[in-house]
């Protein structure tokens, strides 16, 4: 059993910044991807950031520049800092792992980021 779990989520000013932290748990043998997703209301869930093979990461174009992923390996653990928040990134975020041998995705339960004035 997986377990995969969110925290960081909150109400922030524009300009602001928040740590989304994603921290797993459970029967991880082989990691094939790790990162994040967002959907907003009325969306479809959309690619935030991501771990992809051999280390390397890919980024959705709105959030570059202005987002980091990073992750402690020996935790399965994986982070986002997220600088220079707009309105329009207002979203669930959730954690996804997804696991080789059978591949196989696990979510989290999601957290709240709402960027206002």
């Known amino acids: 059993q997986v377990q995969v779990v969110e925290s960081g989520g909150g109400l922030v000013q524009p300009g602001g910044s928040l740590r989304l932290s994603c921290a797993t748990s459970g029967s991880i043998f082989s990691i094939n991807t790790m990162g994040w997703y967002r959907q907003a209301p009325g969306k479809q869930r959309e690619l935030v950031a991501k771990f992809i093979s051999f280390g390397n990461t890919i980024y959705d174009d709105s959030v570059k520049g202005r987002f980091t992923i990073s992750r402690d390996n020996a935790k399965n653990t994986v982070y986002l800092q997220m600088n220079r928040l707009k309105p329009e990134d207002t979203a669930v975020y959730y954690c996804?792992?997804?696991?080789?041998?059978?591949?196989?995705?696990?979510w989290g339960q999601g957290t709240q980021v709402t960027v206002s004035s």
């Open positions: 996804n792992l997804q696991l080789n041998g059978p591949r196989r995705d696990y």
